[in-house]
């Protein structure tokens, strides 16, 4: 028998996560439902860590990187947006519109615009104001569940045991111009295999890219793993070869076809929203640095 919708995501955004239970319930698919949960925090002025209002790197450009993974296969990718919201439907719109599976920058916003895509300012004045005061020191130090945390990273499994995910951030606050992270990168950030499950990454991008640990998750979990024991030795592949984790936070989330979830990260304060039969809960996870 197959489990009833799930939805699960990253930190305690449980405004998004009911979003995209209550798609699920309604009957829609695990792409649409996950891009929906998504677009709430995208959406979200104080979220600084995602969409309109997040926090920009170090010259004062807010950009935006998102991807989205489908039950067959198919994969989109936009990252260093800067004018466009909505970008884990503009991922979408690479995936299901081009011949392509990544656009960055200005192409990835000019299709945007063919597509119907607003052109916004996304440096809000809240934003803009916290950057004038990181200017002062321009100290850079992501700083652990604080500067770096925020990152949505969803997936939901539908009516018809399907997996679908998105992930969509503003990055590193205070970033190096140019720099791109894990979250709109297939496999590190994200990765789904409907005959398996999927797995999605949050914390500091350079680590979960050095690693792929999303295709790694999903790899193992193929391989007999529960979703808890591959989010494990996920952080344990990171923490392995990085004797700086205690300065820095990674963390992932799984799900696999049973409708099985795990959750695992380095340290403490990472939280996993899990929707299912009507009920949204804050999960609190396990942690490595104790
Ligand atoms: C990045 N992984 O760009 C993202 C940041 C993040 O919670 O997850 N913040 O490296």
């Not at 925090?41 to 989205?68: F, I, M, S, W």
């Not at 720099?179 to 789904?192: A, K, M, N, Q, T």
């Amino acid at each position: 028998t197959k489990p009833t919708p799930i939805a699960i995501c990253t930190w305690g955004f449980s405004e998004a996560n009911r979003v995209a239970g209550a798609a699920l319930k309604a009957g829609k698919s695990a792409l649409d439902a996950a891009i929906e949960g998504v677009q709430v925090e995208e959406d979200n002025l104080k979220n600084t860590t995602v969409g309109k209002g997040g926090a920009p790197d170090r010259e004062g450009n807010v950009t935006l990187d998102a991807c989205v993974m489908s039950p067959n296969g198919d994969c989109g990718s936009v990252l260093y947006v800067s004018t466009i919201t909505h970008v884990a439907a503009l991922a979408r719109k690479v995936m299901e519109e081009t011949p392509h599976v990544i656009l960055a920058g200005e192409g990835a916003e000019e299709f945007g615009y063919t597509q119907g895509f607003k052109r916004e300012d996304l440096l809000t004045e809240e934003s803009n104001k916290a950057w004038q005061e990181w200017l002062k020191s321009s100290e850079y130090k992501p700083i652990i569940n604080i500067e770096n945390h925020d990152t949505i990273g969803m997936l939901c499994l539908d009516k018809e045991g399907d997996i679908a995910g998105a992930c969509s951030t503003s990055g590193l606050s205070y970033k190096m111009k140019g720099r791109v992270g894990d979250s709109p990168i297939i496999g590190s950030g994200l990765f789904v295999d409907n005959e398996v499950g999927g797995a999605v990454a949050t914390g500091m991008g350079e680590e979960i890219l050095k690693t792929v640990g999303s295709f790694l998750i999903v790899e193992l979990m193929r391989n007999g793993m529960s979703p808890q024991q591959a989010c494990e030795e996920a952080v344990h592949r990171i923490v392995k070869k990085n004797d700086r984790y205690k300065d820095f936070q990674a963390a992932y989330i799984a799900i696999n076809k049973a409708g099985e979830t795990g959750a695992y990260c380095i340290h403490e304060g990472f939280a996993m929203m899990k929707y299912q039969n009507d009920k949204n809960e804050n999960i609190a996870v396990d942690f490595y640095h104790k």
